[in-house]
């Protein structure tokens, strides 16, 4: 009975590299959500993915992010050139359905850091 | 411009008695909160939500309330317990967004 699942747990990386974070949601949900936690802050919205189709990514930084939900396999959030400001929780979430009775489930995390 | 606000950053409470946990928020275009409890190094749990029709949801140990007029709502746990130790997100949506808007998080403390 997986949740959903996050990987890696934890990423280090050295500025100017690439970071991709990879996230399968749960069996049977099709919207994925990612948002990103600084230290002792809430969780901030990002992006709003379902199946091949990008719906609001009204809080993705302009440059250098980017999100995919393929058909086949996980969603990925790729951050191009990362610098020590990137470093963060970064945390999806899955829902079966849209509407706001579907509370999002969320995984565990990647924890990102840049030397 | 923090949409969502949760003043007090911890909340220290004597195991057996009434946790409160508050949440103000400034938009009033948001009509669903919920409340997310999140353990170290583990991803948010959702725990309960409210409809903005309603004024009260209750669930088990959980109920929330909703003053739309003040535009607050809060989390009352009881009888608190020591499982219940953790940080508390306040987070709210308006209808045809999906996107959660999150507070800061309360740290919940439960002593023995």
């Known amino acids: 009975n997986a949740g959903v699942m996050q990987n890696p747990r934890h990423l280090v990386r050295r500025r100017g590299q690439e970071a991709r974070l990879r996230c399968s949601p749960m069996k049977g949900h099709s919207h994925v959500y990612w948002y990103r936690q600084l230290p002792e802050e809430g969780l901030k919205f990002m992006v709003y993915?379902?199946?091949?189709?990008?719906?609001?990514e009204s809080g993705m930084p302009k440059e250098r992010f980017s999100a995919e939900f393929p058909k086949e396999g996980p969603s990925i959030l790729r951050i191009q050139q990362v610098v020590r400001g990137d470093s963060a929780a970064y945390f999806c979430?899955?829902?079966?359905?849209?509407?706001?009775?579907?509370?999002?489930?969320f995984g565990d995390g990647t924890r990102l850091s840049i030397l | 411009d923090q949409q969502v606000k949760q003043n007090s950053p911890s909340l220290s409470v004597q195991e057996g008695r009434i946790s409160i946990l508050n949440c103000d928020y400034t938009n009033s275009m948001f009509d669903y909160f919920l409340w997310y409890k999140k353990y170290p190094a583990e991803g948010p749990t959702f725990l309960i939500s409210?409809?903005?029709?309603?004024d009260k949801n209750e669930d088990g140990r959980f109920t929330v309330f909703l003053n739309k007029s003040a535009k607050h709502l809060s989390l009352h746990i009881v009888p608190s317990q020591p499982g219940d130790s953790a940080v508390y997100f306040c987070a709210a949506s308006f209808q045809g967004a999906q996107k959660l808007v999150f507070g800061q998080g309360t740290r919940l403390t439960i002593n023995p």
């Open positions: 979430a899955s829902s079966p359905a849209q509407g706001q009775d579907q509370p999002q489930h």
């Open positions: 409210i409809s903005s029709i309603k």
């Open positions: 993915l379902q199946k091949e189709n990008i719906i609001d």
